[in-house]
C-alpha cells in the first residue's frame, strides 16, 4: 500500500511539472516579440514654406506727369500696369534740335573762351605758324573721328545680328517669320515671341540702310541715330530675354545645363550690345571734340593773325557771357524734354503715344502704388534669401481680431543692409492687393510671406528623416520589421513636414519615435 502511495504521489508531481514545462514553453513560443514604436504615414498633399515678420503700415504716393513744353514724342518707356523706380525716365520729346544746339552753344562757349585768352595775350609770327599747324592736325583727327564712327556703326550692326539671330535665336522656331515660337514654357512667352518679331523688323530696316548707303559724311548723323535708337531696341529685347531664361526651372525637356547654357549666351550677347553701344557713344564724342577743336584751332589762328585792341578784348569778354547763358539756356530745354517718375511705383495711366505732338502740363502719366497703403518691414539676413519680388503675404493688424486677414505682395527689396541691434536686415516694401477703409496709417502688421510651395507632393514629418552618414528615414513594416531607406528630400515647410521626391511610397509607416 506504500509503494502504491508514492507511485500516486510520483504522477502527480510529474503532472505538475509537465503543466510548468507547457506553461513556460508557450510563453515563449507564443509571447510578442513586438516593439512599441510612434510613426507617421507617408502622405501626398500641399506644402507651404513662409517667413514670418512684422512691419508698419505707411501711406503710398501717387503723382501725374507731363511736359513743361510742348513737341513731338520720340520714346515711351513704360505701359500702363509697368512697374517703374525713382528717376526712372517714362518718356522724352524730340530735342535733337536743342541737343545740336547746346552742343555748338558749348564748342562756341569754349571758342570764345579761347579767344578771349588768345587777345589778352597777344600774338608772335612762330604762335600764327604753329596754329597754322593745329588747324592740319585738327582736320586730320576730324577726318580720322568720322572714319572710327562709321567702322563702330558697322561693328554695332554685326554685334546685334548676332545678339539676337545667334544667341537668342537658338531657343526659337522660326524666329525669322511673322510667327516666331518660343521653345519652352514661361510667363513671359507672348511677350518674347511678340518682341522677336518687332526685333527681327528693326534688323531688317537696319541691315537695308547701311547696305544702301555710302555712309558720307552727310549721312554718317543718320546712321549714328539709327544705330544708336536700334541699339537700345536690342538692349530692351535682351533684357526682357535675360529675365526670361534667369526665371527658367529644369524640366524633363529642359536640363540645367540647357539652361546655364542659354544664360551663358544671353549674358554675353548683353555685354556686346552694352559695348556696341559705349564703342559708338565714344566714337561719336570723339566726333564732336575732334570737330570743336577743328573750329577752335581757326579761330584760334583767325585771333592770332588779326591781333586785338583793348575795346576787343572788352567786347570779346561780353561774348563769353553771351555763350554761358546760351549754353545754360538749352541745357534747360532739354531737360523739359523728359519725364521721369519721381516714386517707386506702378504707371496707371498713360496718355501719350510715339509720334504724337503734345501740349505742355497736359498729363502724360499717372504713377501711383498699387494700394493706398504699403507696409514697410525690415528682414533678417537668414531670411533674405528666401523671399523675392512679387512673393504673396498673408496679413494680420494689431488693431483688428486674428480672423481678420489682408493680402500683400512684396514690391521691393534695398540691396544695402539695415543694421539692427547689431543684426543685418534689409528693407522690404509690400503692397495691399486691395485697398480697405479698415486699414490705417502706422498700423502694426503681422506677415505670413509665403515664399515657396509644392502641389500634390508626398512628405513625411521632418523628425522622422534621419541626416548621419545621409538621408533616410526607418520604414515600420507590416510584419513588425524596421528597414532603413534612403530618400531624396526637396523643401521643409514652415509646419516641420518635408518633401520626399524619391524613396517612400505613399502609405507607408515612417518611425518618429521609439
Not at 330 to 352: C, E
Amino acid at each position: 500500500m506504500y509503494k502504491k502511495f508514492l507511485t500516486k504521489k510520483y504522477i502527480i508531481l510529474l503532472v505538475i511539472i509537465l503543466v510548468i514545462a507547457v506553461s513556460v514553453g508557450g510563453f515563449f513560443l507564443f509571447r510578442d516579440n513586438s516593439v512599441d514604436y510612434e510613426y507617421s504615414v507617408v502622405e501626398k498633399g500641399d506644402l507651404v514654406q513662409e517667413v514670418n515678420v512684422t512691419g508698419k503700415v505707411k501711406p503710398a504716393s501717387k503723382v501725374d506727369l507731363a511736359f513743361e513744353t510742348s513737341g513731338r514724342v520720340v520714346g515711351v518707356y513704360a505701359d500702363v500696369g509697368k512697374r517703374v523706380y525713382a528717376g526712372q525716365t517714362l518718356a522724352v520729346l524730340n530735342s535733337s534740335q536743342y541737343q545740336a544746339q547746346y552742343l555748338q552753344a558749348q564748342a562756341s562757349l569754349d571758342a570764345e573762351i579761347a579767344k578771349l585768352a588768345e587777345l589778352q595775350k597777344g600774338t608772335r609770327l612762330e604762335e600764327i605758324e604753329i596754329q597754322k599747324t593745329k588747324v592740319l592736325n585738327a582736320e586730320e583727327s576730324v577726318t580720322d573721328a568720322k572714319s572710327n564712327l562709321k567702322n563702330y556703326i558697322r561693328d554695332s550692326y554685326t554685334k546685334s545680328d548676332d545678339s539676337v539671330r545667334n544667341k537668342v535665336d537658338q531657343f526659337f522656331t522660326n524666329p525669322r517669320s511673322f510667327t516666331p515660337q518660343l521653345n519652352f514654357e514661361s510667363s513671359y512667352k507672348l511677350e518674347m515671341e511678340t518682341q522677336r518679331f518687332f526685333i527681327e523688323s528693326v534688323l531688317v530696316k537696319w541691315f537695308e540702310s547701311i547696305s544702301v548707303s555710302d555712309m558720307t559724311d552727310s549721312e554718317i548723323d543718320n546712321q549714328f541715330n539709327l544705330a544708336k535708337d536700334s541699339l537700345g531696341k536690342i538692349g530692351s529685347f535682351l533684357d526682357l530675354t535675360a529675365l526670361t531664361v534667369n526665371s527658367l526651372n529644369t524640366t524633363s525637356s529642359l536640363t540645367q545645363a540647357q539652361i546655364d547654357g542659354y544664360r551663358l549666351d544671353i549674358n554675353t550677347a548683353r555685354t556686346n550690345i552694352n559695348t556696341a553701344v559705349n564703342n559708338l557713344l565714344t566714337a561719336k564724342e570723339k566726333l564732336r571734340t575732334a570737330e570743336s577743336n577743328l573750329l577752335l584751332a581757326k579761330q584760334e589762328l583767325t585771333l592770332k593773325s588779326a591781333g586785338a585792341t583793348a575795346e576787343q578784348i572788352l567786347a570779346q569778354e561780353a561774348r563769353v557771357k553771351s555763350a554761358e547763358a546760351n549754353v545754360n539756356n538749352y541745357s534747360a530745354l532739354i531737360a523739359k524734354n523728359v519725364i521721369s517718375s519721381p516714386i517707386n511705383g506702378v504707371v496707371t495711366k498713360k496718355n501719350i503715344e510715339v509720334g504724337e505732338i503734345v501740349q505742355p502740363n497736359v498729363p502724360a502719366f499717372s504713377v501711383i502704388s498699387t494700394s493706398k497703403y504699403e507696409i514697410e518691414t525690415n528682414v533678417p539676413e537668414a531670411d533674405v534669401s528666401k523671399i523675392k519680388v512679387g512673393n504673396k503675404a498673408k496679413i494680420t493688424l494689431d488693431a483688428y481680431e486674428d480672423d481678420e486677414i489682408f493680402y500683400a505682395h512684396i514690391i521691393s527689396i534695398e540691396p544695402a543692409e539695415t543694421i539692427i541691434e547689431g543684426v543685418s536686415a534689409y528693407k522690404t516694401a509690400l503692397q495691399f492687393d486691395k485697398e480697405d477703409e479698415k486699414i490705417k496709417s502706422g498700423m502694426t502688421a503681422n506677415m505670413d510671406i509665403m515664399t515657396d510651395s509644392r502641389e500634390g507632393v508626398l512628405f513625411i514629418p521632418f523628425r522622422a528623416l534621419i541626416t548621419e552618414g545621409g538621408k533616410f528615414v526607418e520604414v515600420l513594416n507590416d510584419d513588425g520589421t524596421i528597414e532603413k531607406k534612403t530618400v531624396e528630400t526637396g523643401m521643409r515647410s514652415s509646419d516641420g513636414r518635408i518633401e520626399i521626391v524619391s524613396g517612400l511610397k505613399e502609405g507607408e509607416k515612417v518611425v518618429t519615435s521609439k
